[in-house]
């Protein structure tokens, strides 16, 4: 009788579904908004992207995290956390202002994946607003947005890739953990905000054939700004860069060496290479021209 009972137990003790999440094993978390649009609120995760499984409360620096079709999550604390990110088609993720001493940040630790997809869009609210990778070699994919809404809002980053048909736009700073580290575009980046879009001065700026670096008026008015930094001596941008810039009424403000083998296209704006040297163009230039070295005048 005894081992008949064990042999019972035994099997009953298999039988029990493992919940991941409950042992605080990584896990894919769902946000579904449930109850608000607080990423804090660990009711509005979902063990399934339909949002009728169980709940499993806030991300943890392991897990993935998927903002479910057509829902909009607020990131509104300076500790939200996941390994990776995937933003479906439809859905925001607005990572709200912050104030000084404290920021809005989504660290993304990349522990169990280097690919985060944004499908939807990502907002970077600013000020005090952060998008923080902490792995070398992260990946940006997908074929929707991260836009930046203020000048002080950042993105920071070890090694950055830009894929697929992922546009990085509006008014940011895109900064480095270290230096030497290396943002590669093979996508789209466009300073179309009434705003700076900023490349920090330590970064090495890398492209692909195709890949496009723009400048457009936004509606209703504004001057976009793209820059290059180089705020210490010696520090350059380590170029050339294969693709193309684009100037549409915007201004290029290039504090760096830099060096194209791509296309310069201008309907108006301008370059400014200096403090003092400004080269600029009017409406009636040549759409498409190609120039090595763009004087003042």
């Given at each position: 009788?005894?081992?008949?009972?064990?042999?019972?137990?035994?099997?009953?003790?298999?039988m029990?579904?493992?919940?991941?999440?409950?042992y605080?094993?990584?896990?894919?978390?769902?946000?579904?908004?449930?109850q608000?649009?607080?990423w804090?609120?660990?009711?509005?995760?979902?063990?399934?992207?339909t949002?009728?499984?169980a709940?499993?409360?806030?991300?943890?620096?392991?897990?993935?995290?998927?903002?479910?079709?057509?829902?909009?999550?607020?990131?509104?604390?300076?500790?939200?956390?996941?390994?990776?990110?995937?933003?479906?088609?439809?859905?925001t993720?607005?990572?709200?202002?912050?104030?000084?001493?404290?920021?809005?940040v989504?660290?993304?630790?990349?522990?169990?994946?280097?690919?985060?997809?944004?499908?939807?869009?990502?907002?970077?609210?600013?000020?005090?607003?952060?998008l923080?990778?902490t792995?070398?070699?992260?990946?940006?994919?997908?074929?929707?947005k991260?836009?930046?809404?203020?000048?002080?809002?950042?993105?920071?980053?070890?090694?950055?890739r830009?894929?697929?048909?992922?546009?990085?736009?509006?008014?940011?700073?895109?900064?480095?953990?270290?230096?030497?580290?290396?943002?590669?575009?093979?996508?789209?980046?466009?300073?179309?905000?009434?705003?700076?879009?900023l490349f920090?001065?330590?970064?090495?700026?890398q492209?692909?054939?195709?890949?496009?670096?723009?400048?457009?008026q936004?509606?209703?008015?504004?001057?976009?700004?793209?820059?290059?930094n180089?705020?210490?001596?010696?520090?350059?941008?380590?170029?050339?860069?294969?693709g193309?810039f684009?100037?549409?009424?915007?201004?290029?403000?290039?504090?760096?060496?830099?060096?194209?083998?791509?296309?310069?296209?201008?309907?108006?704006?301008?370059?400014?290479?200096?403090?003092?040297?400004?080269?600029?163009?009017?409406?009636?230039d040549?759409?498409?021209?190609?120039?090595?070295?763009?004087?003042?005048?």
């Open positions: 009788m005894f081992r008949k009972y064990s042999v019972v137990i035994l099997l009953a003790i298999f029990v579904p493992f919940d991941g999440a409950a605080g094993q990584a896990v894919t978390k769902h946000f579904c908004a449930s608000d649009n607080n804090s609120n660990g009711n509005n995760w979902n063990q399934i992207l949002c009728d499984g709940v499993t409360g806030v991300p943890d620096d392991d897990d993935k995290t998927v903002i479910a079709d057509n829902k909009t999550c607020n990131v509104n604390i300076s500790t939200a956390i996941a390994s990776h990110l995937e933003v479906r088609p439809g859905a993720l607005n990572i709200q202002a912050g104030s000084s001493g404290n920021d809005r989504l660290t993304l630790t990349g522990k169990t994946a280097f690919t985060t997809t944004v499908n939807g869009t990502v907002n970077l609210l600013g000020p005090y607003s952060k923080l990778f792995v070398n070699n992260h990946t940006l994919t997908g074929d929707g991260i836009v930046g809404r203020d000048d002080s809002a950042t993105i920071d980053f070890s090694d950055l830009l894929t697929n048909v992922t546009t990085i736009e509006g008014n940011l700073q895109i900064i480095s953990n270290d230096n030497d580290d290396a943002f590669i575009n093979e996508c789209i980046v466009n300073a179309n905000g009434n705003g700076v879009l920090d001065d330590s970064l090495i700026l492209d692909v054939e195709g890949a496009v670096w723009k400048i457009t936004p509606l209703g008015g504004g001057q976009p700004v793209l820059r290059f180089q705020l210490y001596p010696g520090v350059s941008l380590k170029t050339p860069l294969e193309d684009e100037v549409r009424d915007g201004i290029v403000d290039i504090q760096s060496t830099i060096e194209t083998t791509g296309t310069l296209f201008h309907t108006g704006g301008k370059i400014i290479t200096g403090s003092t040297e400004t080269a600029l163009f009017s409406d009636t040549s759409p498409g021209a190609e120039c090595s070295i763009c004087a003042p005048g």
